[in-house]
């Protein structure tokens, strides 16, 4: 059994199938995962973190396996209410999963920081592995559009459900965080780091744009290696394909290994994309669909032996 | 029909009975109903105030009828999902009732003061009188206990089940409220002013001792009356008789008179209690209690009859 430790870094429900993979098979204390809270916003006065309760449900097992995100067999009780008092709610908010934003809101008023409110909620629903916010600064990505100008990442993720056209993303307050002691210090022991198959510049960008973080990981002379989010052009999820292409860059995967070249110096594509010649770094051909939970424990299983055959 | 304007006092499932009877019998616009908030608190990130919702919940018909508190019906399913992360929630949160404190807490943040708030969401919910928080200040009532300390309201009432002996009571953050201007104008414009048969000490006081509040009161020069919270020495509900002996005061209507007596001049007491004289204030014997909706209406009707043939 693969026995090293790894850091992840991911977003929410794409990186969770890997998060998941790799969860089920190795040592879990010797797994940390790194998550994106550049989504995270305040609805309702309470602190929501998407990404983080996408693998928390996710590794916990109550995860909505339809969606990939809330809760399984979550009502909408309060959301039903809320329209009866003339609120016309976009972002859904199970009854189940309220309680999570709801304790995290206490904690945070309470003066803990993310990284403590997290490892309270993941140990609580028996996650053994380690779960950490890339920072405990309050960061919020925005998205400027071509159809509505500015947009808070979840107005445009959620509510206008990623349909107007990417002109620039930026992450508000980055320059005021930090990478937070928990994850430097998990960084630190790595013996490898994979980029999970999240959306490279929703969801991982914003981790690496963490002052300190890029640095962090390329001290780190270990494996460091990206599963690509792209199959033949194509996102299996999300808007992936659609931004890249209004940024302005080929929907390829080589533009995706070229994103993270100056961190990263493996690459896992699809072996639908076997063909694709990335140079300068080591890769892996797999099939990298995880639409199964089968098939997310062989991808982290072919991972981790590549991983343990690194030379 | 009663058609002049009436302002009544009231904190929260007592002097919601003798709302519900005067909303259901005058011109609705006429009637201002000014609310306790020293009641008030966060949890979970959220603001909560029991007694406007009281009031609300009573007048819009959804309140759940065996409590006179919450909404009929109202599930748990959030309380549970609290538990299951391990939290041991002593302070009742239906799944509808949440959708309340959300929107409050929404509008709250974004800058609304408590009487804009209270003013939505009673409109949305159909009430056609105007309920109003009696500052909007957050101000808390915090009780001296002899078993516990000093317990924030919601802990001595709630948690506590009002069962530590009561040392003293205060309302913390009093100095720095004020009365709103909407109070003021309904105090200035009724034509009677109606304390309800709420706990004196735990309702009522918080709301005359809003610096302005007792003035703005005994400025107008018309019936101010205070009906009963006792009948024969007891409360018809909740701790009002409790309290009186824990501060020592004989539990007596004539008591409750006193309290009142620099701002009220006449006193609806029950016929129960007919045989009391209360001295230097007018008068009225009436059956107080209020069990049913008919009897509610019953009390209102004749407290308006009296109120009309004021001399």
Same mark, same amino acid.
């Given at each position: 059994m693969f026995d090293k430790k790894i850091v992840l870094l991911v977003g929410g429900v794409g990186g969770a199938k890997l998060a998941y993979g790799l969860y089920k098979i190795m040592?879990?204390? +010797?797994l940390t995962i790194i998550v994106n809270t550049g989504d995270d916003f305040w609805l309702y006065g309470l602190r929501i973190c998407p990404d983080l309760d996408t693998i928390t449900y996710t590794l916990s097992g109550l995860v909505n396996p339809e969606t990939g &995100?809330?809760?399984?067999?979550?009502?909408t009780t309060t959301l039903s209410a809320l329209e009866r008092i003339g609120e016309a709610p976009w972002f859904k908010l199970g009854d189940q999963d309220l309680a999570t934003h709801m304790l995290r809101t206490q904690l945070w008023h309470e003066g803990y920081s993310l990284t403590e409110i997290t490892q309270r909620l993941t140990r609580v629903l028996g996650i053994q592995c380690n779960v950490l916010p890339m920072t405990d600064a309050p960061v919020e990505t925005s998205i400027d559009t071509v159809e509505r100008g500015e947009l808070s990442f979840q107005l445009y993720f959620v509510k206008h459900r990623w349909q107007p056209t990417v002109r620039s993303i930026k992450l508000n307050g980055v320059e005021d965080a930090s990478v937070s002691a928990a994850a430097r210090e998990a960084i630190t022991q790595a013996d490898a780091i994979i980029v999970g198959p999240?959306?490279? &510049?929703?969801?991982?960008k914003p981790i690496l744009d963490v002052p300190g973080m890029k640095d962090a990981l390329i001290t780190q002379n270990v494996p460091r290696v990206a599963v690509t989010p792209l199959i033949k052009g194509k996102?299996? +999820?999300?808007p992936t394909a659609k931004i890249m292409r209004e940024l302005g860059y080929p929907v390829t995967i080589t533009t995706v290994a070229e994103t993270y070249r100056d961190i990263i110096n493996g690459f896992v594509l699809d072996q639908r994309d076997a063909d694709t010649v990335i140079t300068g770094m080591q890769t892996l051909a797999i099939? =990298?669909?995880?639409? =199964?939970h089968e098939k997310r424990v062989n991808v982290a299983q072919k991972l981790l032996d590549w991983l343990e055959k690194w030379t």
């Open positions: 040592p879990p204390e +010797k &995100w809330g809760i399984h067999n979550d009502t999240s959306n490279p &510049w929703l969801s991982i996102a299996v +999820k999300g099939d =990298t669909l995880m639409d =199964t």
